[in-house]
């Protein structure tokens, strides 16, 4: 029962729902097109991650004090993981890009060289995702998200 009541682990979850939602009509005002596979992806604005751990980060300092350790290590957490959406994770992402343009290459190169009679070959093969990861202010905007949703939710309760 007392999982049910951690307002901060909630706040963390709703965050997540909440940043992955908000991707589809800032893509839709980039793109003027709805992409809906935005609910379940990695990458993109803004960053669900750093909004959830932000919003637990903060959520746990407004109910312990910011001077408290428990609140320190949320804040700790939340910085190694924003590092990580922000630089880690948007190189593995810039690494699946080089990846798919080699194997496209490798593809196009055996393609002349066998004259392969099956043109389906590449509906086989996905694509590496290349959106692992975040920009530096999708990481903020999400960050602020999840500070700005903690400090709502306390703010009516």
Request: glycine letters at 8%; zero cysteines.
């Amino acid at each position: 029962m007392e999982l049910v009541q951690n307002t901060p682990l909630w706040l963390g979850v709703f965050a997540i729902i909440f940043a992955q939602i908000l991707k589809i009509p800032i893509n839709f005002i980039v793109t003027k097109k709805i992409d809906w596979g935005l609910l379940t992806s990695t990458g993109g604005m803004p960053s669900s991650h750093s909004a959830a751990v932000t919003s637990i980060a903060t959520a746990v300092g407004i109910e312990t004090g910011f001077d408290s350790p428990t609140f320190a290590v949320a804040a700790m957490l939340a910085g190694i993981v924003m590092y990580d959406a922000s630089h880690v994770r948007f190189q593995a992402g810039q690494h699946a890009a080089v990846l798919n343009e080699l194997r496209h290459d490798l593809q196009l190169f055996f393609k002349e060289i066998k004259r392969w009679p099956e043109m389906n070959e590449q509906e086989k093969i996905q694509d590496l995702k290349t959106l692992l990861g975040h920009k530096k202010s999708e990481v903020l905007i999400g960050g602020l998200a999840g500070i700005v949703l903690s400090i709502t939710w306390y703010a009516l309760m």
